[in-house]
């Protein structure tokens, strides 16, 4: 079966994605998610002048040598352009390869080893009674697990607090918005936060926490310690990771389990965070880390380290990554948990999809591929619109993470 045509759709239904949709000779097409939430069109020229050209007459089914063709062939190993363009391509094949056996992708990746995806949901408010409320909403739309964010006092504006609760858009604006970051101030009200879920929800509720990559390693065991008594399921991107190794004194200073890798794109990005089990989930996903392919080696890596997966699953990865997502998930033996952060009405039209959830479970159908199409007259209707993600500076004017 040969590859004869590529093309990338790029369309807004209340957010940019980029899609990928690969057609063979035999008329069967596979379709990759390949969005860089703020740098969309730098992987669709990527796609467009670098890969698809490459690819054309190539045989669909080596999904491993095209894999290794694009990371080895383009000399500039790794990267998120690189990597996601790489990911479109491999989820693509992965549809084709499954469609053509008249299979649910997670057969092909073993079977399943569960029933269900347990999945996390985003509850947030302005404040700590407002959060309360919305872990609530969350328990009776029969949630197991929930991710509680709050704004801090003192901050105009705080990550993953946002108005509307059921679909939270980070990027904001045509050009970066600027946002005001304090870390004492959030130190301080953190655990207040958690006091008061345990106290009004029990411990049956799993309780998730995204620090954001926003202290230091000395303060994200401190974070980490205070956070102990309220039993969290992980505390998320505590520290950023380019220094790998920074994740020892977090790990030296608490036992509140560790969660990284949505920036992540390889295996290097975290082998030495796996290897000395300096975490205990990895968050990397289909459409940053490489695709099915990589990613599932990723976390068979993992699994021989007692490090479970926790996918990335926020609003700017498309239906595509969630549905190609939760048949590895399905199939691997050391999943953990995966975000899921519910897409517009509009964007479920673009991709219809027969993943479905289910009283805390996502699951992910039984039709041939990974079960995810994209609709081009609907996506046509949506053309691309800048959006950036924001940046944060701290009182005196000077940059942070965001
Ligand atoms: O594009 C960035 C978002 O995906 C990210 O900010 C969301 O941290 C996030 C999460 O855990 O969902
Ligand atoms: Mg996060």
Redesign the pocket.
Do not use: F, K, S, V
């Given at each position: 079966m040969k590859i004869t045509r590529i093309k990338t759709i790029v369309t807004c239904p209340d957010r940019n994605f980029v899609t990928v949709k690969v057609e063979t000779d035999e008329g069967l097409y596979g379709i990759g998610d390949a969005t860089l939430?703020g740098r969309e069109l730098a992987v669709v020229a990527y796609l467009d002048e670098h890969v698809a050209p490459c690819l054309i007459g190539m045989d669909a089914g080596r999904i491993e040598d095209i894999w290794q063709y694009l990371y080895r062939g383009c000399y500039w190993r790794r990267g998120a352009v690189t990597m996601t363009a790489i990911a479109a391509i491999d989820t693509a094949l992965w549809d084709i390869k499954a469609k053509a056996a008249n299979m649910p992708l997670y057969q092909l990746l073993g079977g399943k080893s569960r029933d269900g995806v347990m999945v996390y949901g985003h509850a947030n408010g302005v404040d700590i009674e407002e959060t309360v409320d919305e872990v609530a909403k969350y328990m009776d739309l029969g949630y197991l697990a929930i991710r509680a964010q709050t704004g801090i006092p003192g901050l105009p504006t705080t990550y993953g607090v946002s108005e509307d609760k059921m679909y939270y858009e980070?990027a904001d604006a045509s050009l970066p918005s600027t946002a005001l970051w304090s870390t004492s101030k959030y130190m301080h009200h953190i655990p207040q936060l958690f006091d008061r879920l345990r106290n009004t929800f029990g411990f049956d509720v799993h309780l998730l926490h995204?620090v954001?990559h926003r202290l230091t390693p000395i303060e994200a065991g401190r974070v980490g310690k205070a956070l102990e008594p309220y039993d969290l399921f992980w505390l998320?991107?505590a520290v950023p990771a380019e220094n790998q190794a920074a994740f020892r004194t977090v790990r030296q200073h608490t036992t509140t389990p560790l969660a990284i890798g949505?920036v992540f794109n390889s295996i290097w990005d975290c082998k030495e965070l796996i290897e000395e089990g300096l975490i205990d989930y990895i968050r990397a996903t289909v459409v940053h880390a490489g695709g099915v392919s990589h990613l599932k080696k990723i976390f068979d890596f993992a699994a021989m380290h007692h490090v479970r997966s926790g996918s990335?699953g926020?609003t700017?990865l498309s239906p595509v990554c969630m549905g190609a997502a939760l048949h590895l998930d399905t199939a691997i033996y050391n999943f953990g948990i995966q975000?899921y952060?519910r897409h517009t009405e509009k964007t479920d039209d673009v991709f219809p999809h027969s993943y479905y959830f289910s009283k805390g479970y996502l699951h992910p159908g039984d039709v041939p591929g990974h079960g995810v199409d994209i609709d081009e007259d609907i996506a046509a209707k949506y053309p691309y619109q800048r959006a950036f993600?924001p940046v944060n500076r701290l009182a005196d004017g000077s940059m942070f993470n965001w």
């Open positions: 939430n980070p995204d954001h998320e991107d949505e990335h926020a700017d975000e952060m993600l």
